[in-house]
């Protein structure tokens, strides 16, 4: 008996090698759960390849964090606290190159050009789709907001989404600081909630510019332009501020060129003869002897009274007072003709 219960024995044992004799039951339970285990390992396997392979919005993007009315304000499942950052990712983000770089990192599952076109427009203030601004509250709850802005977003008006918007107030103050003849500086107080402005010159639009002042150039000289300004934020545009009306200068005009008057030459110095008065004799020239004589000896003819009267010989006329009264040794002067 004691025979058979020993064969019966070691038929249910498995001799395992440094163990010994083991039950065969011990065995199969063993094997058994090792099967459950192997098979748990693999399903897990497959949940996670399911979610590497998913969509942004298969992937439950929200997951809490999305609010009833599809706002900008986080509501994580610590409702009413701000976003916990992920202390796995050290140190903390100190400029928005550093943050996009670990969100990047972070959401490494997510298809690459979804997360980083959606954090572009972010970063850019372009308005957000519902799955994108989904992302967005989940990249603030791993790595807090941008150190260096925005602070918030806003949502697209699509069809099946009624997300906020935020309306920039309309621009006031619309001023004309300055002109030229080709151009007219305007400027104006900045607007609540603007990103930027659009430019409006007599209905049509001339330009986008970031901050409340615009040039506007390449107008004609002496003409009057009117402008007006909307403030936008992203899709939304502000209504017209009121209109103001600028002119441009007149163009500058060159006067022509003035030529200086002709100069006449410097006239020419007379050239005196001077002529000895003598005693009337035969033995002396008698043309010398008078005031007559002398002027027709040098070509005055009867005209006398041109070389008597000449200034020349004032001191003559002074001195003898008639010119029949010279006496010899006066000295007259006749100008060469």
Do not use: C
Not at 23 to 50: C, E, N, P, S
Not at 138 to 144: D, K, S, V
Request: proline fraction near 8%; aromatic fraction near 8%; charged fraction near 15%.
């Amino acid at each position: 008996m004691a025979e058979d219960a020993g064969a019966a024995l070691t038929a249910g044992t498995i001799k395992l090698p440094g163990i010994g004799p083991v039950k065969k039951v011990y065995v199969f339970v063993g094997v058994g759960a090792v099967g459950v285990l192997t098979a748990y390992i693999m399903w897990r396997r497959q949940q996670a390849a399911a979610a590497a392979d998913a969509t942004p919005a298969d992937a439950s993007l929200g997951d809490g964090l999305t609010t009833p009315d599809g706002g900008d304000v986080y509501q994580g499942a610590n409702a009413g606290g701000a976003p916990t950052a992920d202390p796995d990712i050290t140190p903390m983000p100190t400029t928005n190159v550093e943050w996009t770089q670990q969100v990047l990192d972070y959401f490494n599952w997510l298809e690459p050009t979804f997360v980083s076109s959606t954090i572009g427009k972010y970063l850019s203030r372009v308005p957000l789709s519902a799955d994108e601004a989904d992302f967005v509250r989940q990249a603030w709850a791993a790595r807090g907001k941008p150190p260096e802005g925005p602070a918030n977003f806003t949502l697209t008006t699509d069809g099946n989404t009624t997300g906020s918007t935020t309306m920039p107030s309309v621009p006031a103050g619309l001023t004309v600081t300055s002109a030229t003849a080709t151009s007219i500086a305007l400027d104006w107080t900045d607007s609540t909630d603007a990103s930027s402005y659009q430019v409006f010159r007599g209905g049509a639009q001339v330009g986008t510019p970031a901050g409340s002042t615009y040039t506007d150039t390449g107008l004609a000289s002496g003409t009057s332009y009117s402008y007006t300004v909307k403030a936008v934020n992203g899709s939304n545009v502000s209504a017209a501020s009121g209109a103001i009306t600028g002119k441009t200068s007149a163009a500058a005009t060159t006067p022509p060129a003035t030529k200086p008057p002709a100069t006449k030459p410097p006239a020419a110095k007379p050239t005196y003869i001077t002529v000895k008065v003598v005693h009337f004799t035969t033995n002396n020239p008698p043309w010398n002897s008078t005031i007559s004589g002398i002027a027709a000896h040098y070509g005055y003819g009867s005209n006398w009274s041109a070389v008597w009267n000449d200034p020349k010989n004032l001191g003559l006329r002074t001195k003898r007072k008639e010119p029949n009264k010279i006496q010899a040794g006066d000295t007259v002067y006749v100008k060469k003709k």
